[in-house]
């Protein structure tokens, strides 16, 4: 089994900076995809940042794109996601994920381990 970890979360003011990290412990294997998603009250998860095991392969939903920045240090088994210029629509429980199998998208329903999330309010 594999565990994640997030932590950083908390309350930000509209246009300052979060970051959030997820440490992986246990079987991480190789080659690993990780992904961010958020949920906010009464929507679906959503599909945030996604990053491949080399890091050169970024994936941003639209909503995001210029604003956060996900990266990720193999040494540590630890992805973040650096939340620049947070919105009061960014306000969600995130969560990090791991795909095992990477093959081209990040879908929620197809990551192979979650994390129990992290809150993020961010107040205008």
């Known amino acids: 089994q594999v565990q994640l970890v997030e932590s950083g979360g908390g309350l930000v003011q509209a246009g300052g900076s979060l970051r959030l990290s997820c440490a992986a412990s246990?079987?991480?294997?190789?080659?690993?995809?990780m992904g961010w998603f958020r949920q906010a009250p009464g929507k679906e998860r959503e599909f945030v940042a996604g990053?491949?095991?080399?890091?050169?392969?970024?994936s941003y939903a639209d909503s995001v794109k210029g604003r956060f920045t996900i990266s990720r240090d193999n040494a540590k088994n630890t992805v973040y996601l650096q939340m620049g210029s947070p919105k009061p629509e960014d306000t969600a429980v995130y969560y990090c994920?791991?795909?095992?199998?990477?093959?081209?998208?990040?879908?929620?329903?197809?990551?192979?381990?979650w994390g129990k999330g992290t809150l993020v309010t961010v107040s205008s």
């Open positions: 994920a791991l795909d095992r199998y990477y093959s081209g998208s990040y879908s929620a329903n197809g990551m192979d381990y």
């Open positions: 246990g079987r991480t294997f190789s080659r690993y995809a």
């Open positions: 990053i491949s095991w080399s890091g050169e392969g970024t």
